[in-house]
Nanobody, 124 residues
Framework: QVQLVESGGGLVQAGGSLRLSCAVS????????MGWSRQAPGKEREFVAG????????YYADSVKGRFTISRDNAKNMVYLQMNSLKPEDTAVYSC?????????????????WGQGTQVTVSS
């Protein structure tokens, strides 16, 4: 059973920054694409960022493009989401998940299970 443990969320003012981290227990972590999604109360889950196993390709939703950066450290089984210029509409629970195996591009349809998540609240 893969364990995904997110951390780094919190309360921040609009325009501020946060860096989320996700620790993954999967032995073959470096073979999988990784991604971040978010879910706000009463809204559907939104896939916001993804990165291939090698880090050679990334994906960003239009809503976060230019403000968020996904990265990974395969030696530490960690994936990160740097969030800058935060807006109140970024308020949500952010979760990480495993994507496709050895894929050359990020496909949101490859992502199924998500971690418990970490709360991000952006005040105006």
């Amino acid at each position: 059973q893969v364990q995904l443990v997110e951390s780094g969320g919190g309360l921040v003012q609009a325009g501020g920054s946060l860096r989320l981290s996700c620790a993954v227990s999967e032995r073959t972590f470096s073979s999988y694409a990784m991604g971040w999604s978010r879910q706000a109360p009463g809204k559907e889950r939104e896939f916001v960022a993804g990165i291939t196993w090698s880090g050679g390709s990334t994906y960003y939703a239009d809503s976060v493009k230019g403000r968020f950066t996904i990265s990974r450290d395969n030696a530490k089984n960690m994936v990160y989401l740097q969030m800058n210029s935060l807006k109140p509409e970024d308020t949500a629970v952010y979760s990480c998940g495993l994507g496709g195996l050895w894929t050359m591009s990020v496909r949101s349809t490859d992502f199924g299970a998500w971690g418990q998540g970490t709360q991000v609240t952006v005040s105006s």
